[in-house]
């Protein structure tokens, strides 16, 4: 079986991971629909609009208008239905962990799932016309960012690869949504790596 990798080219998988999406409550269809054609483009793998899912009540905390997300990642995990699949949540909501106070996603890479929330990529968020072609852009980098975590990947340093991190959304704005070439070929070592252990 053959992979696309990142505008690699073909290498040799024994098994391509497929990327399940899962709606957290009401999410635009044209922003799954967007989100979908653009990972499939940007990753060369399969995607698949899985379902949905409730907000769940219990994160939000009424003194902070935001939801916790770590409280998400176990509502889409069952949509992980093979070892090398890794699940996306999208949500609306605001999401927020302890120690920040906002964050565009989250990821646990032990369990290959990730959050992300469209709430503050939308230029309407911030009293802006509506733009779909950038709001559409800034999801995509934040789904890249967050499915390179599950692939292995830690925050860059370099501001134009999808896997800096983002602390503000002149952040997201300024990165690309590719990963460069650092951690690309991090992530072909790691698929080699893995292919070789399947073989041996």
Excluded at 64 to 69: F, T
Excluded at 79 to 107: C, E, H, K, M, W
């Amino acid at each position: 079986m053959t992979l696309a990798l990142i505008g690699l080219g073909q290498m040799a998988a024994a098994e391509a991971p497929q990327i399940h999406l899962v709606a957290c409550g009401s999410v635009p269809p044209a922003a799954l629909a967007g989100l979908a054609d653009g990972l499939r483009q940007e990753l060369g793998f399969k995607v698949d609009p899985a379902g949905e899912v409730q907000v769940p009540s219990a994160a939000y905390a009424p003194r902070r208008r935001q939801y916790q997300a770590e409280p998400f990642l176990p509502l889409i995990r069952p949509y992980r239905q093979q070892a090398p699949d890794l699940v996306l949540g999208i949500t609306g909501v605001d999401l927020y962990v302890p120690s920040l106070n906002f964050v565009f996603g989250l990821a646990d890479p032990r369990t290959r799932c990730a959050i992300i929330s469209l709430a503050r990529l939308d230029p309407q968020y911030y009293g802006q016309a509506a733009d779909p072609r950038r709001f559409q852009e800034r999801a995509l980098k934040e789904a890249v960012h967050e499915l390179g975590h599950l692939l292995g990947l830690s925050h860059c340093r370099r501001p134009d690869c999808v896997m800096f991190f983002s602390n503000s959304l002149a952040d997201t704005d300024r990165k690309g949504q590719s990963f460069c070439p650092d951690c690309r070929r991090s992530l072909v070592s790691r698929f080699i790596n893995n292919f070789n252990k399947l073989e041996s």
